[in-house]
């Protein structure tokens, strides 16, 4: 899974990159595809490919961001040049669709999290209990979402002292 996650992101690099070169007709819209870059290399950082991530940062950032802002100031571009129409076209909607899709599945494969509304709840009521409880699972929580990038079977085990915590602390708070 991380595997296509990492050939998505390359991809989407490419994709923007090429594009600031080819599709951006406009200052606009090549600094707008630049920044498509920096969010993508900044997903690299969250995998955990940290080179790739601060290497793009490092090279966009400090080099053609500044040459992009003094072209774009040299320019001198109207108000009324950068007005668009203000009807919203089936294609844009589609290709804005499509991206918020390609990036929610991104950030649901890297997260790898389930959501448990009952562990929410029972994190509610923990704030009436006493402060050494609260500290445990609190404690076991962050060491579990830590564990879990790593080793599914301690995060296993982990999770699920935390979910028995919690529980206990309920009974505790109700009793």
Known sequence: MKTITQFLLAFGILFTSFSIISLGNSPVLAVVFLIATFVLSAIYLLVGISFIGISYIILYVGAIAVLFLFVIMMLNLKDKDLVEPTSVSLNNSIYSFIIVIFFAYIINSLTNYSFNLQNFIALD???????????????????????????????AVIYSNLVNNLSSAMNSINN
């Open 125 to 155: 009521y923990l704030s009436a209990g006493s402060f050494h409880l609260n500290s445990n699972v609190l404690y076991d929580l962050y060491f579990s979402s830590e564990v879990n990038l790593s080793n599914g079977d301690e995060a």
